[in-house]
């Protein structure tokens, strides 16, 4: 079934930087555009960035922008968000989710499904 | 980029009652709105794309409605697994998608 997997979550000192990784199975990974959406404790969602399907274009919430880059490498079905100079305000549960666009039509966009999270906390 | 504000921040239903949601954007966002219902420790699960269409495997009390600026999502008869965090979201703007900042559901 499709799945995704996030991995790379842990504890960080400010200033510092952190790879999360996404792993995806069972769709054709190089088809999809991909998102992470963070969640701070107690808090609502908030979107981080985008990579589109054949990784030539991203985008990024300005609250990363400079800091965070996201990447793909379709032989390993794997998205990567490397994040530098990560600050409090960063700690949250990151997921990672799939976007679905229409096959035809108007493309609309959608997200599905989300893996389960992983966990940043950065504290000194 | 597109703010969205959603109402209420918070409510409380019984079972069998229905239920409506609202979430509002700073400008047109057409049908370019998704829900998502978020239950404590679990990813969010999507509900409703493009507006009004409903995700498969999502029971048919959901349903979704609106354009432009002023969308909702509406239970038909809350059923006692409803409980949690609905969000909307905007896919307009290609460039920075975003969440409003959710309602959360007690069932009473």
């Known amino acids: 079934q499709v799945q995704l997997v996030e991995s790379g979550g842990g504890v960080v000192q400010p200033g510092r930087s952190l790879t999360l990784s996404c792993a995806a199975s069972?769709?054709?990974?190089?088809?999809?555009?991909m998102h992470w959406v963070r969640q701070a404790p107690g808090m609502g969602l908030e979107w981080v960035a985008l990579i589109w399907n054949d990784g030539t274009t991203t985008y990024y919430a300005d609250s990363v922008k400079g800091r965070f880059t996201l990447s793909r490498d379709d032989s390993k079905n794997t998205v990567y968000l490397q994040m530098n100079s990560l600050w409090d305000e960063d700690t949250a549960i990151y997921y990672c989710a799939r976007e679905v666009v229409p096959p035809a039509g108007i493309e609309y966009k959608w997200l599905d499904p989300w893996g389960q999270g992983t966990l940043v906390t950065v504290s000194s | 980029d597109i703010q969205m504000t959603q109402s209420p921040s918070s409510l409380s239903a019984s079972v069998g009652d229905r239920v409506t949601f609202t979430c509002r954007t700073s400008q047109s966002v057409y049908g370019f709105l998704n829900w998502y219902q978020q239950k404590p420790g679990k990813a969010p699960k999507l509900l409703i794309y493009a507006a009004s269409r409903l995700q498969s495997g999502v029971p048919s009390r959901f349903s979704g409605g609106g354009s432009e600026t002023d969308f909702t999502l509406t239970i038909s008869s809350l059923q006692s697994e409803d409980s949690g965090t609905y969000y909307c979201q905007q896919t307009y703007n290609t460039f920075y998608h975003t969440f409003g900042q959710g309602t959360k559901l007690e069932i009473k």
């Open positions: 069972g769709f054709t990974f190089s088809d999809y555009g």
